[in-house]
């Protein structure tokens, strides 16, 4: 973006783009009028921002987004004013004091607040009653099968643990009276 396509909205603010060239460069020192010409002229970035606000309903056991229930995504833009920060400092340089013209285009400046982001894009929907079902199910489903894990799996190991004890314990008896018997 160029000044001087942001220069309505900067003289609404008190800036006037225009008066910059005519009025003040004149009243400047060679290499600060340079300076200040190469800063009138290079682009405005612009700063993109992204917003989002999203409601989810979560599945407690097993984690899943079972529903969107409200998404509201926002893209803003900003100009990137930082250039005049830079001009302001430049401007009040001691040498620049009594001058009035140099005075009150830094008054002007220092007027210069962050612009409201401006809306590119907004996004917001959330999802129908019946893809909130279908995943509810599927979450249900797996639900099944993270309990047989936590508790069908580790009760058949514990039995088999058991049994296996049971066994050696069994053998050992056995062994132990043959021995005794010899």
């Known amino acids: 973006m160029t000044l001087s396509q942001l220069a309505p909205k900067l003289k609404a603010k008190g800036v006037d783009v225009a008066a910059l060239s005519e009025k003040l460069l004149p009243a400047l020192s060679a290499a600060d009028r340079w300076a200040v010409q190469s800063m009138l002229t290079a682009t405005v970035p612009i700063k993109y921002l992204v917003s989002a606000d999203t409601r989810l309903l979560v599945e407690p056991t097993t984690g899943a987004i079972v529903s969107l229930a409200d998404v509201n995504q926002m893209l803003t833009a900003v100009p990137d004013l930082t250039a005049f920060t830079k001009l ?17 285009t830094l008054t002007a400046l220092t007027r210069l607040s962050g612009d409201e982001p401006v809306k590119v894009m907004r996004l917001q929907h959330a999802q129908t009653p019946a893809s909130v079902a279908t995943i509810a199910d599927y979450a249900a489903g797996k639900t099944d099968g993270i309990r ?4 069908v799996v580790p009760f058949g190991l514990m039995m088999l643990g058991v049994l296996c004890f049971l066994g050696a314990a069994g053998m050992a008896t056995v062994r132990s009276r043959v021995r005794v018997a010899v």
Request: proline residues 5%; aromatic residues 4%.
């Open 88 to 104: 302001a400092t430049l401007l009040a340089k001691p040498e620049y004091a009594g001058n009035a013209v140099v005075q009150g």
């Open 148 to 151: 047989v894990v936590k508790t």
